[in-house]
């Protein structure tokens, strides 16, 4: 029991043991990270600023650019950090934080992406009750249910995992506190314990996807019933970013949890794992900005706006 208690730290994995590549591969996620961030701020900025995005879509998405920035920033800040001072530890209890947060932001996403398919329906097939149905406070309920199911996964499955000491190496072969690495040093109580969630979960989670697939196979029968080819268009246009964040998150999630970690080379999970953590984040504002007119519009009078007010106030100094 003594030698069960000794892990205190984990040692996360890098990425080269050339300083020169260190600072190369700190730099290039910095990059990354930032332009995360700036797209999804100024989506949100846009969506808070703009009378005319004050729709469910669009609060909606609001939602999700924020669960992309905290998802982003839950591992990439500390592996830039670790990466330039040459660190590799990180404690228990922040390997406890950081995949708390981690399953907390992707469930979170999940159900996000779950209420917006059911505004896309509404709004395509049913559009003569949608102000009826996607009434604010039905909206404002939709979101914080979406944030509540997140937090509720995420503390039955961090305190799962975290509530007996670990044995073994205290070596992740990853970047940051990944659930697999991390189970394959806990004790075997808490290995069946989250087996037994875990399934559970995903019985959960394929009845909601069967649930996206049963609405998106409705919006596109409608929209096929269009008559006219702009009425189609412009139908398609509004729940086509949905459909293209939705399959990103879903191919992410899918790589995530069925990849084999014992077959794979320890770089090759590194790569896999930087694929899933850093591209929804960075390309769902793209994929906003460049498939909906109207956000991209309302960033770009937002940021003349921000240009006009500095040279107006530098006019006056």
Not at 19 to 27: I, K, M, N, P, T
Not at 81 to 90: E, F, R
Not at 156 to 165: I, K
Not at 189 to 216: G, M, Q, R, W
Request: charged share 10%; glycine share 4%; aromatic share 12%.
């Amino acid at each position: 029991m003594g030698n069960l208690s000794i892990i205190t730290e984990f040692l996360l994995m890098e990425f080269s043991s050339s300083r020169e590549l260190q600072v190369l591969h700190a730099v290039l996620f910095l990059l990354i990270y930032l332009a995360a961030l700036l797209g999804n701020l100024l989506t949100c900025a846009a969506i808070i600023t703009d009378p005319h995005l004050h729709y469910p879509m669009y609060f909606f998405l609001s939602n999700l650019s924020f669960v992309d920035i905290g998802n982003i920033s839950v591992t990439l800040p500390k592996f830039i950090v670790n990466t330039l001072c040459g660190v590799q530890s990180l404690s228990l209890l922040g390997c406890a934080a950081q995949m708390f947060f981690f399953l907390f932001f992707a469930a979170t996403e999940y159900a996000l992406l779950v209420a917006m398919s059911y505004d896309r329906y509404v709004a395509i097939c049913q559009p003569l009750h949608y102000g009826i149905i996607m009434t604010p406070a039905r909206c404002l309920w939709a979101a914080a249910g979406s944030w509540l199911s997140g937090l509720l996964y995420s503390a039955v499955h961090t305190g799962n995992m975290f509530r007996l000491p670990f044995s073994g190496s205290n070596v992740i072969h990853q970047f940051f506190c990944d659930v697999p690495h991390v189970l394959k040093v806990s004790a075997s109580d808490v290995f069946n314990t989250e087996f037994i969630l875990i399934a559970v979960t995903a019985c959960f989670l394929l009845c909601c996807f069967a649930f996206l697939i049963a609405t998106y196979a409705r919006i596109f029968s409608s929209v096929l019933k269009i008559p006219s080819v702009e009425g189609r268009y412009k139908a398609i246009s509004t729940c086509s970013p949905q459909l293209i964040i939705l399959m990103l998150f879903l191919s992410s999630s899918i790589m995530a949890v069925f990849r084999d970690t014992s077959d794979t080379s320890p770089i090759q999970n590194l790569l896999t794992a930087m694929t899933y953590t850093t591209l929804p984040p960075l390309l769902n504002p793209l994929i906003y900005s460049l498939r909906n007119q109207k956000v991209t519009a309302a960033m770009g009078k937002m940021i003349k706006r921000m240009l006009f007010l500095k040279k107006h106030s530098s006019l006056k100094t």
